[in-house]
Nanobody, 127 residues
Framework: QVQLEESGGGLVQAGGSLRLSCAASVRTFSSYAFGWFREAPGKEREFVAAISWGAGYTYYADSVRSRFTISRDNAKNTVYLRMNSLKPEDTAVYYC????????????????????WGQGTQVTVSS
């Protein structure tokens, strides 16, 4: 059983920064790929960023590329999402997801590829 717990969300002004964390209770953390997705009111869940297992390749949605950075610390069983230059349109509930040995951008950007999800953390960006 894999459990994911997100933290680090909150209220921030436009242009500000936040760092989200996703702590995973899993034996072989390094074998899992992780993704961050977000869901705004009235909108579908959308891909934000992902990091592969193994070499740690990273992938980003066009809307966040150059502003957000995904990383992982295999020693701490934690995945991070550093968010800079936040915009009001980044307001959403952010979810961490995990799947074992998934690779490739197409798969990692598809929420249906992931077997495990956290409860989400709210990010609100004020204008």
């Amino acid at each position: 059983q894999v459990q994911l717990e997100e933290s680090g969300g909150g209220l921030v002004q436009a242009g500000g920064s936040l760092r989200l964390s996703c702590a995973a209770s899993v034996r072989t953390f390094s074998s899992y790929a992780f993704g961050w997705f977000r869901e705004a009111p009235g909108k579908e869940r959308e891909f934000v960023a992902a990091i592969s297992w193994g070499a740690g390749y990273t992938y980003y949605a066009d809307s966040v590329r150059s502003r957000f950075t995904i990383s992982r610390d295999n020693a701490k069983n934690t995945v991070y999402l550093r968010m800079n230059s936040l915009k009001p349109e980044d307001t959403a509930v952010y979810y961490c997801a995990a799947d074992v040995r998934t690779y490739g951008r197409t798969a990692l950007a598809d929420p249906y590829e992931y077997d495990y999800w956290g409860q989400g953390t709210q990010v609100t960006v004020s204008s």
